[in-house]
């Protein structure tokens, strides 16, 4: 009986940590939701891998942040961002457009506002749990090197937006997790490898 009582105990002991475990991940995944929810993102493919083409990105991001970055300073919440990136398509387009030509490229540019997935992505000082986000996407050329991203709203990569911060768009929990990222190592990555999960779900 003794034996019985104890293995019991162990089972109960190793049931209520694993329930404390799937309590936390519940609670850590909201806040990465939250985030997800209420950040827009600038994100830049560059045609390919090569030098050339990685500059070329660089230039066109460069172009984009100057000419259209400042409209995104005023926005209140990320349905302004993406009415506001919807409204300036064809803006963003032809600024990318003549950065690629006064280069010497004959690359098409694409543009569109769209949800897209990310991986998990550190910036500065701090960090975006992996999943889907609406993003203003510029595709150039085959679109098939490596890509470049920020965030447009809140503003905090638009040069002149001083006082952009996180804070203004979401809740003090998400901004501890993205601030202290280093502290949600494994979070994170648990995070990513379940949005990786749904996303192959949805592909197939």
Known sequence: ???????????????????????????????????KNNV???????????????????????????AGGKEFENCQNINDAINNAKNNIQNYKKTA???????????????CVEKTYFNTRVYDEFALPAGEYYALCIKIGKAEGKNWWCVMFPALCVPTATNAKLENSVGDSAVNIANNHKKYIFRFKTIEIFEQIKKNIKIK
Do not use: T
């Open 1 to 35: 009986m003794k034996i019985l009582n104890n293995k019991i105990l162990k089972i109960s002991v190793l049931l209520a940590f694993i329930f404390s475990v799937l309590i936390n991940l519940v609670s850590f995944d909201a806040n990465c939701n939250e985030l």
């Open 40 to 66: 827009f993102r600038l994100h830049i493919i560059a045609n390919s891998d090569s030098e050339n083409d990685q500059l070329l990105k660089l230039k066109v991001r460069d172009a984009i942040l100057n």
């Open 97 to 111: 457009q003549d950065v690629v030509v006064s280069n010497g490229y004959n690359y098409n540019v694409e543009v």
